[in-house]
């Protein structure tokens, strides 16, 4: 009994948070890869929440001595994953950073000689 009202809250919770995963996307916090990431992980815990012998089949299957081996073979694997993709984007936003800088420096520059010329224009028509 107990065991099954645990299962029900927990598909409530994991539902919950795939509903604020599509929010986040729909405001433009999180990138549709992203979506869809973490959407299969929350549908993955569902699974798993609803066969609770899949991941003990799963893991016999593919040669894992312990359930918990290929659960945590799998998480570092996600891990590693997320942090080669977010540093992939970290170099792009650099780059771009690196342009836009470039690109200020020489409209501030364009700037200041056009003030430049503006002000010795005025200074010969007195």
Do not use: H
Request: glycine letters at 2%.
């Amino acid at each position: 009994m107990i065991q099954t009202s645990l299962k029900i809250a927990l598909i409530i919770v994991l539902l919950i948070y795939l509903l604020c995963i599509l929010r986040a996307v729909k405001k433009k916090n999180m990138r549709i890869n992203y979506l869809i990431f973490w959407s299969i992980m929350g549908i993955a815990l569902i699974i798993a929440l609803i066969a609770p012998n899949f991941i003990e089949n799963a893991s016999n299957f593919l040669g894992f001595g312990l359930p918990i081996n290929m659960i945590f073979s799998i998480a570092i694997f996600i891990i590693l994953y997320l942090l080669f993709d977010l540093t992939k984007l970290i170099t792009k936003e650099q780059n771009k950073n690196v342009l836009l800088i470039q690109e200020i420096s020489l409209l501030k520059n364009k700037v200041e000689e056009l003030e430049k010329e503006v002000i010795e224009k005025s200074q010969e028509k007195r």
